[in-house]
Structure formats: C-alpha cells, structure tokens
DNA sequence: TTGTAAGCGTTATCAT
DNA sequence: ATGATAACGCTTACAA
C-alpha cells in the first residue's frame, strides 16, 4: 500500500504539503502542487479512507435504509440515490430491512457512526420510532432525509400524491366511470393516508374504498373480487403491484380490462409500461427523488426543515377506458356508508 | 461520542482490556468482560469503524458491483448479498454502474480500499478488464467472488445454465414444437455464450438463432417479429425482460401466446409470475448466489479456484402450450445454415 | 508557503 | 491477566 508519506518524499516534500496539494487547500505552491500531483498518479497513491475518516470525522458515505430492494419501487430510489452519491464523491451502504420494522431502527444504529448522513426510506416504520431515530442518533442537522413520507424534524423529499390522486380520479370520471373503487395499501403506510385523504376531496362524488391490501400483487388479487362484488367499473391502486394483481384476477375470471373495467396504478415502476395491458398509472419521480435526497443531506442551512415535493403525473397507457354502458354484475355498494370515503 | 477510553475508565481498567473484553479477545478475566460490557451497554458505547478499520486493516464490509440497481435481476442478487452480509456482521457497500462497462473498472477502484471484499456481478466487462481487475488491485485471495460469470483466478457463483436450457428445449419438443427459436443476448455476455454452447448440444434438432438482442424489453419486441418472419412456434429468451417484449409484440400483432406461439424466459425474476400469461421460465437460485458469493469472500482455503454452479429449475407457467397444428405465417428458415445453431 | 508534530479511536506489542 | 505504549494513515494547528 502507498502511504502519503511515499507520495510526499518522491515529491520531495513534507506530508503537510503533499495533503494539502492533494486535497485541493489553500497555500501550496503551483509548482508543488503539480509535483505532488504527478508523484501521486505515478506510484497510484489512493489515499486511505478510514485514516481520512479517523482524522476528518466525515467519512465521504451516505447509508441508504429500504424495506425491499428487490421491490422496484425501492430499486429505483436506491439507484438515484446511488447516482447522485457518486457524482458527489461518496459512496453508498446500504441496508435491506426485508420489510422487516422493527430492525429498521436496530439497522440505523448499525449505519449510523459509519456515515455522513442517512437517507430513509422506510414507509412502515411507526412515527415514533422514526421519530426517535430522527432526534436520538442523528441528532445532527442534514444527518437524515427522508423519502416518499414526511416527519417533523427532518428533510424529506416526497411526491404531490393528492395531486396524482386527483389527475387518477379525473381521468376516470371523464371516461365515464360513476363507481370508482381504491385498493389501498397498508394502514400504517404513510403514503396510503395521503391518497385517502386526497380521495375524499375528490371531485365528482365519492370513491368507494374496498379496503386496506398487502401492497403485492396478491394484495390486487384480494382486491379484484371486492371491486366486482361492489359493481365498480374501475379501480384506483395503491401501487403498480397491486393493479398487476387486479388485472391478472380479472383475467382469470373474464373480466376483461379495460373493456369492462379499467385499472389506475401509481408509481410507474418499470414493468408498469411493459404488462399487456399495459398500465395507466400515476409516474412518481422515483429516481430524482433518491437523488435530491441525498443534496439534502449534509443540510447547512436550516435544510432540517425543508420539505419537497416533487411532482407527479398521470401517464395513460392501455389499462383505462371508457366505462362501458351497463357492466354491473351486482349492484354497487355505494349505498354503505361505512365503506365510502367522504 | 463515547470512546473506548470513558468505557475503560468507567469499568475501572485500561483501554487494552476493555478492547480485549468487547472484542471476545482471551487474556480477560471473567469479572472484568462483565464489568467492561456492563459500562460499554450503559454509555452506550459504539466502537468506531474507521478506528478500527485503520488499525486491523479490515473493514466489515463487502462491495458489490452491479450494472443496474432497478434490473429485478440485479437487485435480487444484491438482496442476497444484503442479507448474508448482515448475518455475518457485515456492511454492503454497493455501486450501481449504470450499464457502463468503462465506468466498472473506476468503480472497483474506487470501491477496493473500502472493503474487505468485492463481489462483482459485472456481466458486460470484458474478460481482459475482469482479469487485471482480478490480478492488479485486489490481488489477495479471498477479495474478489464473481456472480453469473465465471474467470481464472477468482472463485464465482454461476448456474447451470446449460442444463436451464436442456429443460426448456425439451419440454418445447416434448409440447411438439419442432421450430424452436432463440432470442440471444449481448454477444459480450458470458451468460449468453454459455446459452448458445448448451443450445448446440440440444437434443431433437437445431435451434434457429434470431441474433443477438438488447437484455430488455425492446430486445424482445424485436426478436419476436423475426420469430415469426422465421415461421418459428416456440421462442427461448436471453431473460424474462426479453421474454416479456415478445409477449407484448406477440399480442400487438395479434399472435396468441401460448395458443399460437409459445415463450420462455430465463431467470424467474418476480414478475414473470405476475404477467398475463404467466411466463414459463428457467427459474434461477439469485439470492441465493448474492448469499453464497458473499460466502466466498474471505477465502481462508484454496477457495481462489473455487466455483460453483447452482442447480436451475424450468418452471413452467401459461406461456407454453402444445404446438399447433399448423401455424406457419412463413416457411421456417431452417435451411438456412447460417442462422442455425449447430 | 512550508514543515513539525499532535492527535483521531482502536488494536497489537511488549513488558509486567 | 493487565497495562503502558506504539502504531495505523491521514489532516491540521501551530511554528517557522
């Protein structure tokens, strides 16, 4: 291994200057600054991360916590996340908590001293334990930012999902659909409370809610039957899983979509464009948010404070349609107070 | 930040015999290890990462090279590394290359001083940069494990693949289907190579060769429109991405999938269950290659010529279906010997 | 502008 | 079994 020391007596000079030559400080004579330079690239010097670590306190590394990274959604985050940690010289840990909440915050301890800052993505974890995990270890500013869920005390780059609800919604009522049906995600969620209280300030009449669903695609298929039982001619999903799983149990019993009834996803995961048929769904800016969460980090102003909020747009595909004239195999539950959302 | 230092003097003995208790070191009596472990959980204590690293050398974490964190295959492997690395203590340091094989040699570079090992899952990277990545920077055993790829001088996790497509070729024959069409990947894949050698050993005749595609969906819409030009009723796939954009031109076109054409992909990644028609697949053991090339790392033995090959399994779904009588939009090319693996 | 020297928090060596 | 003490490779006062 080549220590600064060599890279300093090849050039002949003391460590000092060959550091600062190297690291671009102030007070280094041009003409030391090239001979550090060259001597460094001639003998491959790579300077020592965890000395610069020890000495510097920053370790040029950003912890990424997901539940799933095999789950798109997540995928796609980590790799902007992973994009913009590059450009900007650090690198990237990660850590998968298999969906698993209650290691996310044993999993933020184990990240915690080996980063600059963390990047959290990890819609189940409860409030108060983020809540913990945002004061107690990283009580530091621009230490975590969050993404796809806002919490007091830190940054957080989220999307515009009442918007994206809206445009969903719109859509639907303008093909015709009277009895539109939400296939929502998990209670805990925090983005699932987002579109339901954005589907109560929809526009042209209530939207039927059929539930709480595993965000899966078994989660749709669940869904599927209820969405028929309720007479609904189209269904909004929590994410892109979820609609794959209404339009593969609506196959399988005959409905046809979008010709009888159409399907909204949200996110825009990847495979959304390439099903058949292929998805309408809500595209959410994924990638950028990875990104733009990790400018967050290192937050020098009062950054702590800031959230954004990306927007949101509604990309329609094949999975949507006109309603069709009189498709009702039951008649719609739309009389039952306690399932509409007002 | 509490150091070992208040730890040692909290249990009343030197920082040396507080390391040697917290790190299960011998040479510590009894009372004192409870005495240092009962201050260290106390104060909180965490043992810092760069300190350590500087001193031993070793860093607990593993890096992993991949070309595209969103690629369902990729992120499957990188969930295995994830999980096995966790279990055994370790930190996963990942870099997303983008699909840009000049970018990869950088990346291990700038990965290699940070990390106890690498794994690489670096299909597209010539053999010769593999090879100096291999020899130059990580030259010591045990620092390098190759996933789906296999080179001199580092141990790897590969599959079967040779036996993957014996099961697809013979389960198209045994469906009837005399004209079998491959759809290749990148003539630079290892992977793909080895497709093209096990399919010249298939057994019933020759399999009709579409090209060389692009691993995705566009790939596929391509190659189906020359499977059928080739009058071809089976189509084999480079991969499930492939897979799925011959379905979708399938479809387009107006071509029945499996009634008219039957389709296999190759990999079993998380959505070939969850499209219309379900796709028939060559389901391979990811996650379990991300768990065992992080197993290679380290390697004490000889394990640097260690390779293993994981046993694959033809999962078979709705996208196959018996040959149809006589489905010939164009005479079969077979005759053509230059498109015909022998 | 440059060099000397003092750490950063651990572990490892060497006495005791 | 325990405790000083010297590294590990780097940055940064502080001097010059």
Redesign the interface.
């Known amino acids: 291994m080549v220590t600064l020391r060599e890279v300093a007596r090849a050039a002949g000079v003391s460590p000092a200057t060959a550091s600062r030559a190297l690291t671009d400080a102030p007070h280094v004579s041009a003409a030391n600054r090239e001979q550090v330079a060259r001597a460094a690239a001639s003998l491959g010097y790579?300077p020592?991360?965890?000395?610069r670590?020890?000495t510097t306190g920053t370790?040029a590394?950003v912890g990424l916590v997901v539940p799933?990274?095999?789950n798109?959604f997540f995928?796609?985050v980590?790799?902007g996340v992973?994009?913009r940690a590059?450009e900007t010289g650090r690198?990237?840990?990660?850590?998968?908590t298999?969906e698993d909440a209650t290691l996310e915050q044993d999993v933020v301890?184990?990240?915690?001293?080996?980063v600059d800052g963390l990047v959290l993505c990890s819609p189940r974890m409860p409030a108060e334990t983020l809540g913990s995990v945002i004061s107690e270890a990283l009580a530091a500013d621009g230490r975590v930012a969050l993404v796809n869920r806002e919490a007091p005390g830190a940054p957080s780059v989220s999307f515009d999902i009442a918007d994206g609800v809206r445009q969903a919604v719109d859509h639907l009522r303008a093909l015709g659909h009277e009895t539109v049906a939400y296939a929502g995600g998990p209670r805990t969620s925090w983005s699932d409370a987002e579109r339901r209280t954005a589907l109560g300030a929809a526009a042209g009449g209530a939207v039927l809610d059929l539930g709480s669903f595993r965000p899966t695609?078994g989660g749709g298929v669940q869904a599927a039957d209820l969405a028929l039982a309720a007479g609904a001619t189209a269904v909004l999903c929590f994410n892109d899983?979820v609609a794959?799983?209404v339009?593969?149990r609506l196959?399988a019993r005959g409905v046809r979509a979008p010709d009888d009834v159409s399907v909204v996803g949200f996110d825009d995961v990847?495979?959304a464009?390439?099903?058949?048929p292929a998805l309408t769904t809500v595209a959410v800016p994924l990638a950028r948010a990875g990104r733009e969460a990790v400018d967050l980090l290192g937050g020098n102003a009062g950054a702590a404070a800031r959230h954004r909020r990306l927007p949101v747009e509604l990309v329609v595909r094949a999975s949507t349609a006109p309603a069709p004239p009189a498709f009702s195999p039951s008649p719609p539950a739309r009389t039952d107070p306690e399932v509409v959302i007002r």
């Not at 020592?48 to 000395?51: G, K, L, M």
């Not at 301890?109 to 080996?114: D, M, P, V």
């Open positions: 790579r020592h991360p965890a000395a670590a020890l370790t590394t799933d990274l095999a798109p995928a796609a980590a790799k992973q994009a590059r690198e990237v840990l990660v850590a998968d298999d301890a184990r990240l915690g001293n080996r695609h899983l794959l799983g339009l593969a196959h990847a495979t464009a390439l099903v058949t």
